[in-house]
């Protein structure tokens, strides 16, 4: 998508230009960046382009973009061509070589303190003068006091004057150095490392570093454990069995290899394989999970991993001695936990445990004393690793967009950027001086449910992205969301018509939206620091009323038939509730305490499954089973067409389908196929809607599946 204004930048650099592209959008103004160059597309070509069509030429300004020479090439073109040049200093340095030459003599935006300040103020003028056709750049945020400028001093100075001025040089150089930063991590190159067809991810480094341990394979079905050397050569295949093998986690003295064998319906098992290729064996089961994450503690027989606690009714950190098979529960947290992890150093244990519906706290255990503190909070999903010297955890967090990864120092000190990409990054692991990342270049569109087994599905709009959370409005309307645009928003397509955007939400992680039964209202759920802000819009894309919560939960929003009410559930009193549009501040609890959870209310009973467990009720004096097939803990609502349950069977053996089970009773028929459906724990949860006037369903396929793993190489700076 160009735009009168082209966002110079270095890759390290991205969540400025990301940010700087989205105040620019809110200004209403069109920016171009390199996040904007499709799939398979020449970028060259497309960024010759780019900049041939703007006119003015933005430059964010660093120590690592001064060491690019690609940026260097777009300022002389920019020069040359005559555009308006507007460069940024993203730190408090010189330019120098190329740089110096082009940007000597110019007016320079300081924005190395208060940056998000200054480039909202730069933004607003930058659309001042696109709306305007002005060059004026006197509405800029220049610091003009020093631009241009090159101060010296004439005369002598008396030796008082020398004296005192030394003195305090010296005095001033001892202050800076009592407040010089620590050294920060930071990524100085990228490159691809293991990259085919198959879905390659959760690295794993060696002890010293020179392997690398990984699973792969052609689905999350059958993935197997690998290892390889970064040196080069091809990956050892460690594991052959029938299950799915993922985890990996190195012994101590690298001989040997953790992993969990999972299959669905079955709890996990925990496994130990001798490495290169020696003998596999059984050391554990869980109780309840059918997948969880291992991690062996450094100088010991210890694997920990995370597992239904019966005390607790919950999940718990659990410690596995597989010497002598001792088994014993570390935490009493509840709720999600995910990316179980020990320091390198054997002291601490760190996890990602969801807090809330749109916040994942970074969980520092003291495996010493047991204590438990909380180093950092993420929005939206993210995973964690450890830093090689055990002082500081990676974390990485994605908003639909792409992905951040940012450094949270043990020692307390301010989280610090590292890394960003336009591509979604998970599975961290630090080692040997690089942090191998599990990147998932992964496209999902909307399909139409097919009346026979397919290979392919029925591709509604191919875009690039991701498309989800499809819902119908009684007149056939379809609203989804769809980060294509480059922003997190919601999209409508009526009858026959294309799609449009309806809202942008810009970067802020969208949940899932629900169109009320009589179809003038939409509640969309955005993620905000701990918790989730509920929107009520218009179906015009108006703003009816915003609330917030702490919580979501599975299968929600959804609404009261009457369309008055949005019903999810709320941690904070332990109940799915009610909740007016007119008066969000009240809620009503409409079902029992957990483990019920998922409600749908029809005119003809309310719908209810468990947390955990498989099965849809009805709910009543008694529960009803309804389904004893649908899944347990999925995310999209419990849905209908007409008087027929909608389940979903998506890892049938004839491939994903859809059955109806009706309401009434009775046996369960195959209704619809759906290739490139999904319900992965943790992964893809495909959406199915029926459209009310004409029956069709409409369902979100996995049109794309490829993650990679690729390897970055840190520095100190």
Same mark, same amino acid.
């Given at each position: 998508?160009?735009?009168?204004?082209?966002?110079?930048?270095?890759?390290?650099?991205?969540?400025?230009?990301?940010?700087?592209?989205?105040?620019?959008?809110?200004?209403?103004?069109?920016?171009?960046?390199?996040?904007? %160059?499709?799939?398979?597309?020449?970028?060259?070509?497309?960024?010759?382009?780019?900049?041939?069509?703007?006119?003015?030429?933005?430059?964010?300004?660093?120590?690592?973009?001064?060491?690019?020479?690609?940026?260097?090439?777009?300022?002389?073109?920019?020069?040359?061509?005559?555009?308006?040049?507007?460069?940024?200093?993203?730190?408090? =340095?010189?330019?120098? #070589?190329?740089?110096?030459?082009?940007?000597?003599?110019?007016?320079?935006?300081?924005?190395?303190?208060?940056?998000?300040?200054?480039?909202?103020?730069?933004?607003? #003028?930058?659309?001042?003068?696109?709306?305007?056709?002005?060059?004026?750049?006197?509405?800029?945020?220049? &610091?003009?006091?020093?631009?241009?400028?090159?101060?010296?001093?004439?005369?002598?100075?008396?030796?008082?004057?020398?004296?005192?001025?030394?003195?305090?040089?010296?005095?001033?150089?001892?202050?800076?150095? @009592?407040?010089?930063?620590?050294? +920060?991590?930071?990524?100085?190159?990228?490159?691809?490392?293991?990259?085919?067809?198959?879905?390659?991810?959760?690295?794993?480094?060696?002890?010293?570093?020179?392997?690398?341990?990984?699973?792969?394979?052609? &689905?999350?079905? @059958?993935?197997?454990?690998?290892?390889?050397?970064?040196?080069?050569?091809?990956?050892?295949?460690?594991? @052959?069995?029938?299950?799915?093998?993922?985890?990996?986690?190195?012994?101590?003295?690298?001989?040997? %290899?953790?992993?969990?064998?999972?299959?669905?319906?079955?709890?996990?098992?925990?496994?130990?394989?001798?490495?290169?290729?020696?003998?596999? /064996?059984?050391?554990?089961?869980?109780?309840?999970?059918?997948?969880?994450?291992?991690?062996?503690?450094?100088?010991?027989?210890?694997?920990?991993?995370?597992?239904?606690?019966?005390?607790?009714?919950?999940?718990?950190?659990?410690?596995?001695?597989?010497?002598?098979?001792?088994?014993?529960?570390?935490?009493?947290?509840?709720?999600?936990?995910? +990316?179980?992890?020990?320091?390198?150093?054997?002291?601490?244990?760190?996890?990602?445990?969801?807090?809330?519906?749109?916040?994942?706290?970074?969980?520092?255990?003291?495996?010493?004393?047991?204590?438990? /503190?909380?180093?950092?909070?993420?929005?939206?999903?993210?995973?964690?690793?450890?830093?090689?010297?055990?002082?500081?955890?990676?974390?990485?967090?994605?908003?639909?967009?792409?992905?951040?990864?940012?450094?949270?120092?043990?020692?307390?000190?301010?989280?610090?950027?590292?890394?960003?990409?336009?591509?979604?990054?998970? +599975?961290?692991?630090?080692?040997?001086?690089?942090?191998?990342?599990?990147?998932?270049?992964?496209?999902?569109?909307?399909? /139409?449910?097919?009346?026979? $087994?397919?290979?392919?599905?029925? =591709?509604?709009?191919?875009?690039?992205?991701?498309?989800?959370?499809?819902?119908?409005? $009684?007149?056939?309307?379809?609203?989804?969301?769809?980060?294509?645009?480059?922003?997190?928003?919601?999209?409508?397509?009526?009858? #026959?018509?294309?799609?449009?955007?309806?809202?942008?939400?810009?970067?802020?992680?969208?949940?899932?939206?629900?169109?009320?039964?009589? #179809?003038?209202?939409?509640?969309?759920? %955005?993620?905000?620091?701990?918790?989730?802000?509920?929107?009520?819009?218009?179906?015009?894309?108006?703003?009816?009323?915003?609330?917030?919560?702490?919580?979501?939960?599975?299968?929600?929003?959804?609404?009261?038939?009457?369309?008055?009410?949005?019903?999810?559930?709320?941690?904070?009193?332990?109940?799915?509730?009610?909740?007016?549009?007119?008066?969000?501040?009240?809620?009503?609890?409409?079902?029992?305490?957990?483990?019920?959870?998922?409600?749908?209310?029809?005119?003809?009973?309310?719908?209810?499954?468990?947390?955990?467990?498989?099965?849809?009720?009805?709910?009543?004096?008694?529960?009803?089973? %309804?389904?004893?097939?649908?899944?347990?803990?999925?995310?999209?609502?419990?849905?209908?067409?007409?008087?027929?349950?909608?389940?979903? &069977?998506?890892?049938? $053996?004839?491939?994903?389908? =859809?059955?109806?089970?009706?309401?009434?009773?009775?046996?369960?028929?195959?209704?619809?196929?759906?290739?490139?459906?999904?319900?992965?724990?943790?992964?893809?949860?495909?959406?199915?809607?029926?459209?009310?006037?004409?029956?069709? =369903?409409?369902?979100?396929?996995?049109?794309?599946?490829?993650?990679?793993?690729?390897?970055?190489?840190?520095?100190? +700076?």
């Amino acid at each position: 998508m160009a735009g009168e204004i082209f966002i110079s930048y270095r890759r390290t650099d991205e969540v400025w230009a990301r940010l700087l592209h989205g105040l620019l959008r809110a200004e209403g103004v069109e920016a171009w960046y390199d996040a904007h %160059i499709a799939p398979g597309e020449d970028w060259r070509i497309a960024t010759a382009k780019a900049l041939e069509d703007s006119r003015i030429f933005v430059l964010l300004f660093s120590s690592n973009a001064a060491q690019s020479s690609d940026i260097a090439k777009e300022l002389a073109a920019a020069t040359l061509e005559k555009k308006l040049i507007i460069p940024v200093r993203l730190e408090n =340095i010189s330019p120098k #070589g190329a740089f110096l030459y082009e940007l000597a003599s110019r007016n320079w935006v300081n924005a190395f303190e208060n940056t998000e300040e200054k480039l909202a103020e730069l933004a607003k #003028g930058l659309a001042h003068l696109v709306k305007t056709g002005a060059r004026d750049e006197s509405v800029l945020p220049f &610091d003009r006091s020093s631009a241009g400028a090159s101060p010296t001093s004439k005369g002598r100075r008396s030796p008082l004057l020398i004296a005192a001025a030394a003195v305090t040089t010296l005095a001033a150089f001892v202050t800076a150095w @009592s407040l010089w930063p620590a050294t +920060h991590m930071m990524v100085e190159s990228s490159r691809p490392f293991i990259s085919t067809l198959a879905l390659e991810g959760e690295p794993a480094f060696s002890p010293d570093g020179k392997m690398l341990a990984y699973s792969s394979g052609k &689905d999350t079905l @059958s993935r197997k454990i690998y290892v390889r050397n970064l040196a080069g050569g091809d990956g050892t295949k460690i594991t @052959s069995d029938a299950h799915d093998d993922v985890s990996p986690s190195w012994s101590p003295d690298g001989t040997r %290899i953790a992993y969990i064998a999972k299959k669905a319906g079955e709890p996990c098992r925990i496994m130990v394989a001798t490495i290169p290729a020696g003998e596999i /064996r059984q050391v554990g089961r869980c109780r309840q999970e059918e997948l969880t994450s291992v991690s062996w503690r450094p100088g010991t027989a210890f694997l920990y991993y995370h597992d239904f606690a019966e005390r607790l009714k919950g999940i718990a950190v659990f410690r596995l001695d597989i010497d002598n098979g001792t088994l014993m529960q570390v935490t009493n947290k509840l709720g999600a936990i995910r +990316h179980l992890q020990c320091s390198p150093d054997g002291k601490s244990l760190l996890y990602m445990w969801g807090q809330t519906a749109s916040t994942e706290a970074i969980v520092i255990i003291d495996l010493g004393s047991g204590k438990e /503190r909380t180093l950092g909070k993420i929005i939206g999903r993210g995973s964690a690793t450890w830093s090689e010297d055990s002082r500081a955890v990676l974390a990485s967090t994605a908003s639909g967009i792409g992905s951040e990864i940012t450094a949270y120092p043990l020692s307390g000190d301010t989280p610090y950027h590292v890394y960003a990409a336009t591509i979604s990054i998970s +599975h961290l692991a630090a080692g040997g001086g690089s942090l191998a990342v599990e990147t998932d270049s992964s496209r999902e569109n909307l399909s /139409r449910a097919l009346a026979a $087994p397919a290979t392919q599905p029925d =591709i509604v709009e191919a875009v690039n992205g991701r498309t989800w959370s499809p819902t119908f409005a $009684p007149d056939g309307t379809l609203a989804f969301l769809s980060n294509r645009s480059g922003t997190n928003a919601i999209w409508t397509m009526k009858p #026959g018509t294309a799609s449009v955007m309806l809202y942008d939400a810009g970067l802020a992680p969208l949940f899932r939206i629900q169109y009320s039964p009589d #179809g003038t209202k939409l509640a969309a759920a %955005i993620a905000r620091a701990d918790g989730i802000t509920m929107k009520i819009l218009t179906a015009g894309g108006g703003t009816m009323v915003s609330f917030d919560s702490p919580t979501l939960g599975y299968g929600h929003p959804t609404w009261t038939p009457d369309s008055k009410e949005v019903v999810l559930f709320d941690r904070q009193v332990l109940h799915v509730v009610r909740i007016a549009v007119d008066n969000p501040a009240s809620r009503m609890p409409i079902a029992p305490a957990p483990p019920w959870g998922t409600v749908t209310m029809r005119n003809d009973g309310i719908f209810i499954a468990k947390f955990g467990k498989d099965g849809v009720w009805q709910f009543g004096k008694e529960p009803r089973l %309804i389904s004893a097939k649908y899944p347990a803990n999925f995310e999209p609502p419990i849905t209908f067409k007409g008087d027929d349950l909608l389940v979903p &069977d998506f890892n049938a $053996p004839d491939g994903p389908r =859809i059955l109806a089970q009706p309401v009434t009773g009775g046996p369960d028929r195959v209704l619809a196929y759906a290739p490139g459906a999904q319900a992965q724990d943790g992964g893809l949860m495909s959406k199915m809607v029926a459209n009310p006037r004409t029956g069709e =369903i409409i369902y979100v396929a996995a049109v794309q599946g490829d993650t990679n793993i690729d390897l970055l190489t840190l520095a100190r +700076h």
